[in-house]
């Protein structure tokens, strides 16, 4: 698999009032993070309501990605087939449309706890899948999180590259690190949790903050790279995250992302969006947070 880089948002998916995939607005957003450093993008990952898209709406996602910006960006995709077939066909459909690996969350319909089983339908996944297969735990929104055993038995399979662990509990992020190969690639899902996750040895962060602080988490994931004291960035990104995606979950992201550039559009139902007063305290947080940090390709 091609390098993955350091920083990557779980983007926003920009929908109008009908419900319906808002392209430009999505090409205005790519363009957007692109001009302020960022080399990479998960796109329909939980941020991006992926759970929530229809057939070939991935593909127009990942095609205008492309179209917009090009060969150079590392385009994930992220799956959420709750079957072998269904997440099959989401990485065919991502494939076709140029993604460069795919982000696939943990199956909990009719398995939830059968590690067993979930095990088996990585391997499955990865064996036929024509991408790089990353995991995905995520447990604020499965109530499941991956054991540790489990992340250590499929980081052997040749097809399966790296993961994105959201739990949040850096002790865990250092148990990952040092019970898979150095070339598995782990991520940090979770904004309160950056700087101790890369400072453990995780290779970075894939988060919805960078949808609405990409300057400030670019910071802090390039400072716990370098080993680089913190000043109370880590501190910032954590209370602004918290009271805007903690608190309010994708509608929160996309008011907040609203209010530093980005054009988020309406979330889908039954999602709803926060209301304007909310918006507006959220877009202010936002832009003071980001204010005055340098840009860095990420």
Request: proline letters at 6%.
């Amino acid at each position: 698999m091609r390098a993955l880089p350091w920083l990557m948002p779980a983007l926003v998916t920009p929908f109008d009032r009908r419900g319906e995939l808002d392209l430009k607005a999505h090409e205005h957003n790519l363009r957007s993070l692109n001009d302020r450093g960022v080399r990479g993008f998960l796109i329909a990952g939980s941020t991006g309501e992926g759970q929530y898209l229809e057939d070939g709406e991935r593909g127009q996602l990942v095609a205008t990605a492309r179209a917009t910006l090009g060969k150079r960006p590392t385009i994930l995709c992220g799956l959420a087939g709750e079957t072998e077939r269904a997440a099959l066909r989401q990485t065919n459909e991502a494939a076709e449309a140029g993604a460069d690996g795919v982000l696939a969350i943990t199956p909990t319909a009719l398995i939830r706890g059968d590690t067993k089983s979930v095990v088996s339908y990585y391997r499955r996944l990865a064996d036929q899948s024509p991408l790089p297969v990353l995991l995905y735990s995520v447990p604020r929104f499965t109530g499941y999180a991956l054991p540790d055993e489990a992340v250590a038995e499929l980081a052997k399979h040749p097809g399966i590259a790296g993961m994105k662990d959201s739990g949040g509990d850096p002790v865990r992020m250092q148990r990952l690190i040092a019970a898979t190969p150095d070339d598995f690639v782990l991520f940090t899902g979770s904004s309160a949790a950056v700087r101790l996750a890369v400072t453990a040895g995780a290779h970075g962060a894939i988060t919805a903050s960078a949808n609405y602080l990409p300057a400030l988490i670019g910071e802090v994931v390039g400072k716990a790279r370098r080993r680089a004291a913190d000043d109370g960035s880590q501190q910032k990104l954590s209370e602004t995250a918290g009271r805007i995606e903690t608190a309010h979950g994708v509608p929160g992201v996309k008011a907040a992302a609203a209010g530093n550039g980005l054009r988020p559009g309406y979330p889908r139902l039954p999602l709803r969006p926060v209301g304007a007063s909310l918006a507006r305290t959220f877009g202010e947080l936002a832009r003071a947070a980001d204010a005055g940090t340098p840009l860095t390709e990420h």
